[in-house]
């Protein structure tokens, strides 16, 4: 049977140590680039690409995302009594009425593949995709998520988001080796979690767009914790590949890591300059500075 990928999981129960002290009360995918947080550009993404129902794997201190998701009441009332239309229309374009939100807790850190797993009495039979917040994708198009589901109409198989990565850096993700090289879209022989740099059988790295099949839980619930004691769905996506057929997609766009500070700084300097209204300023002010080692 032919199916659509009409669900998202966003898991979002990290810490953000990274990112402390400004994390300690506010989740880091609250964390503005320019002026919308992290989480919202990711739901945008999602709901682009056909996702009707945003599923929020969630942990401790996190409120602030459920909050940002709402109706603001008081809020909208305000706006509407001082007639600020523009910024009205604003917040009531953030979830569309039509778009469903559920946040579920994640009560333990066992990893990305516990988070995936805690989604699945909301899952249940249907492909679904994942998509972490931390890595920030500009098209000027169709959307990463929106090119992987396209791609799914067409397959019916799981999906992998991957970008040639500096071969120094394969310890910092999935690394996939592929059956062939030619185009976008190949399938996958193998996939290793962090491997160094000298055990990296490519730099084809996996990033934060999943398409998967919902044979992927239970192969989550049969793998061991991995690397950090945590459940790696990397782990559970190398046993998928033993019985389905797994894809590799080089996507169209360009992927900021605002996991990390310099990664968050350059999303918000790029997109400060692409924003038609700041643009013109910003450029003006930062030819003008003057930058000494």
Same mark, same amino acid.
Do not use: W
């Given at each position: 049977?032919?199916? /659509?990928?009409?669900?998202?999981? $966003?898991?979002v129960?990290?810490?953000?140590?990274?990112?402390?002290? &400004?994390?300690k009360?506010?989740?880091?995918e609250?964390?503005?680039?320019?002026?919308?947080?992290?989480?919202?550009?990711?739901?945008?993404?999602a709901?682009a690409?056909?996702?009707?129902?945003?599923i =929020?794997?969630?942990?401790?201190?996190?409120?602030?995302?459920?909050?940002h998701f709402d109706?603001?009441?008081?809020?909208?009332?305000?706006?509407?009594?001082?007639?600020?239309?523009?910024?009205?229309? !604003?917040l009531? /374009?953030?979830?569309? &009425?039509?778009?469903? !939100?559920?946040?579920?807790r994640?009560?333990?850190?066992?990893?990305?593949? @516990?988070?995936?797993?805690?989604?699945?009495?909301?899952?249940e039979?249907?492909?679904?995709?994942?998509?972490?917040?931390?890595?920030?994708?500009?098209?000027?198009?169709?959307? !990463?998520l929106? %090119?992987?589901?396209e791609? $799914?109409d067409? #397959? %019916?198989?799981t999906?992998?988001?991957?970008?040639?990565?500096?071969?120094?850096?394969? &310890?910092s993700?999935?690394?996939?080796?592929?059956?062939?090289?030619s185009?976008?879209?190949?399938?996958?022989? %193998?996939?290793v979690? /962090?491997?160094?740099? /000298?055990?990296?059988s490519?730099?084809?790295?996996?990033?934060?767009? +999943?398409?998967?099949?919902?044979?992927? $839980?239970g192969?989550?619930?049969?793998?061991d914790?991995g690397?950090?004691?945590?459940? %790696?769905? #990397?782990?559970?996506?190398?046993?998928?590949?033993?019985?389905?057929?797994? +894809?590799?997609?080089?996507? @169209?766009?360009? *992927?900021?890591? !605002?996991?990390?500070k310099?990664? $968050?700084?350059?999303?918000?300097?790029?997109?400060?300059?692409?924003d038609?209204?700041?643009?013109?300023? =910003? *450029?003006?002010?930062?030819?003008?500075?003057?930058?000494?080692?």
């Open positions: 049977m032919h199916k /659509k990928v009409t669900k998202a999981v $966003f898991p129960a990290g810490l953000g140590t990274r990112f402390l002290p &400004a994390t009360s506010i989740p880091k609250m964390l503005p680039i320019v002026d919308k947080p992290l989480i919202q550009y990711a739901v945008e993404e709901i690409a056909g996702i009707e129902t945003l =929020f794997i969630t942990g401790r201190t996190k409120g602030a995302i459920a909050d109706k603001s009441y008081e809020l909208e009332k305000e706006l509407e009594q001082r007639q600020k239309t523009e910024a009205l229309d !604003c009531n /374009k953030i979830v569309p &009425a039509s778009v469903s !939100c559920v946040y579920l994640q009560a333990e850190a066992l990893g990305l593949g @516990h988070a995936v797993l805690c989604a699945k009495p909301v899952i039979d249907e492909p679904f995709a994942v998509v972490l917040p931390d890595d920030l994708v500009h098209n000027e198009g169709v959307g !990463c929106g %090119q992987m589901t791609l $799914f067409e #397959t %019916q198989s999906i992998l988001g991957v970008e040639r990565v500096p071969p120094e850096s394969t &310890a993700y999935g690394i996939v080796k592929t059956a062939s090289d185009g976008r879209l190949n399938r996958i022989d %193998q996939i979690e /962090k491997p160094q740099p /000298k055990d990296a490519s730099n084809l790295g996996v990033v934060g767009r +999943y398409i998967l099949a919902p044979t992927i $839980f192969e989550l619930q049969s793998t914790k690397a950090g004691g945590e459940i %790696q769905l #990397t782990d559970a996506i190398a046993g998928l590949m033993s019985r389905e057929a797994v +894809y590799a997609y080089e996507f @169209h766009g360009t *992927r900021y890591d !605002c996991g990390t310099l990664g $968050f700084l350059t999303a918000n300097v790029e997109y400060a300059l692409r038609a209204e700041l643009k013109q300023g =910003f *450029r003006g002010f930062l030819s003008a500075l003057d930058i000494h080692e």
